[in-house]
């Protein structure tokens, strides 16, 4: 299994990134995909996710509004649109994946995803 993520950059406060992340080793359109961050010293923390097919999603609060998942199951790709980035969006973003969330209630405990990628640096400075 292999999650490639990519896109991370150096952008101003109020700027945009895409993040891409693809996947091999496993079914991806059998999969939820999501995005998480980390930066030192605190708990990796839940971004956002993506059904199988795209028709539902899930955001951290702090991102509603300005972050968009999307999902290419031909391309084995999950994307995350980030729109008027702000200081505190700085961290490394990490893309997962898990074959079945039962609770979605639970879908931002990391423990539930089973597979992780290597991180991709965000930095966000003026």
């Known amino acids: 299994v292999q999650l490639q993520a990519s896109g991370g950059g150096l952008v101003q406060p109020g700027g945009s990134l895409r993040l891409s992340c693809v996947a091999s080793?496993?079914?991806?359109?059998?999969?939820?995909m999501g995005w998480f961050r980390q930066v030192p010293g605190k708990e990796r923390e839940f971004v956002s996710a993506i059904s199988w097919t795209g028709d539902r999603t899930f955001y951290a609060d702090s991102v509603k509004g300005r972050f968009t998942i999307s999902r290419d199951n031909a391309e084995s790709t999950v994307y995350l649109q980030m729109n008027n980035l702000k200081l505190e969006d700085a961290a490394v973003y990490f893309c997962a994946a898990v074959r079945i969330v039962s609770d979605e209630n639970n879908i931002a405990v990391r423990q539930i995803w089973d597979y992780w990628g290597h991180g991709t640096q965000v930095t966000v400075s003026s």
């Open positions: 080793g496993f079914t991806f359109s059998r999969h939820v």
